[in-house]
């Protein structure tokens, strides 16, 4: 009997358990970016579930950005935790972009602008359905200005059109 592959809607439905609050410890995946960000040993951090991340990601209007830094600051807020896996949102935010572009493959809408959505510090996902080019493709569409430094891109001054998800 073959193996059939999981769509990404599949992939993001199949996340039984999330939201989860665990304490922090140096074991946790994330636990070096979680220290970064203040976040120490003992405290309370979330792994989020793919639907809190997709409904953040919907509120994210033409003209702005978000970056998985504020997307994690938020539901690290909403679950009254000290922070976010970064490492977990990651993963939900690539498997959600993979999923709109599948469904608009099949001729479904899914109406969220995940190329709205940068990595810290403003970069492109190279992750994304198209990686760094079709990222950067979107986002020129919509009128930001992309630049390259090295390897990677970056949106100029991101930081100005960012969506504080209040």
């Known amino acids: 009997m073959g193996y059939k592959r999981k769509s990404w809607m599949e992939r993001l439905a199949d996340k039984k358990g999330f939201p989860k609050i ?10 070096n970016a979680l220290a970064k960000m ?3 040993l003992g405290d309370d951090v979330v792994l989020v579930s793919p639907g809190e991340i997709m409904e953040l990601m919907k509120n994210v209007r033409r003209g ?3 970056t998985i830094s504020e997307i994690c600051q938020r539901l690290a807020e909403k679950h009254g ?10 993963i939900f935010i690539k498997y959600i972009a993979s999923a709109v572009e599948e469904a608009a493959k099949e001729g ?3 109406d969220i602008p ?11 996902n190279e992750k994304y359905p198209g990686g760094l080019e079709g990222h950067k493709k979107l ?3 919509e009128g930001f200005k992309v630049s390259q430094k090295g390897r990677k ?4 001054n991101y930081q100005n059109y960012l969506n504080r998800l209040s």
């Not at 304490?23 to 994330?30: G, S």
């Not at 995940?114 to 492109?124: E, S, V």
């Not at 891109?153 to 100029?156: M, R, S, T």
């Open 108 to 110: 479904v809408k899914l």
């Open 64 to 66: 702005e950005l978000i």
């Open 153 to 156: 891109y970056f949106v100029e």
């Open 22 to 31: 665990l304490k922090l410890e140096r074991k946790v995946p994330c636990y």
């Open 38 to 40: 203040g976040v120490k």
């Open 81 to 90: 935790v000290k922070g976010c896996c970064t490492l977990t949102t990651g």
């Open 139 to 141: 986002l020129e569409g």
């Open 114 to 124: 995940y190329w709205r959505t940068l990595k810290a510090g403003g970069y492109l």
